[in-house]
């Protein structure tokens, strides 16, 4: 089991950055693939950006170039540097852990955070 908390979300004005943060309930060194994702209303939950336990990392076209996502392995710390953020950002944020056994994969999910583009 891996519980995943999520935090650093908020109100900011288009522009403006915000780091995200997700903090794992054990080493994510075990944690195969971790990601970030989101949810506006009325639409279905996207992908956003993912960082493989190798280094690998993939984001959506609309947050290339602005969007960094990275991790602090001492701290067990997946974050999400949001730069640059437009309305069409806002959202709930949701951290995803995945782990890739042999026969099978589990995926755990944080609660989420909210992020608010508006002036």
């Known amino acids: 089991q891996v519980q995943l908390v999520e935090s650093g979300g908020g109100l900011v004005q288009p522009g403006g950055s915000l780091r995200l943060s997700c903090i794992a309930s054990r080493s994510i060194f075990s944690i195969n693939t971790m990601g970030w994702y989101r949810q506006a209303p009325g639409k279905e939950r996207e992908l956003v950006a993912t960082?493989?336990?190798?280094?690998?990392?993939e984001y959506v076209d609309s947050v290339k170039g602005r969007f960094i996502i990275y991790r602090d392995n001492a701290k067990d710390t997946l974050y999400l540097q949001m730069n640059s953020l437009k309305p069409e950002d806002t959202a709930v944020y949701y951290c995803?852990?995945?782990?890739?056994?042999?026969?099978?994969?589990?995926?755990?999910w944080g609660q989420g955070t909210q992020v608010t583009v508006s002036s």
């Open positions: 960082l493989t336990s190798g280094g690998s990392t």
């Open positions: 995803r852990g995945v782990i890739t056994k042999v026969t099978y994969s589990s995926v755990y």
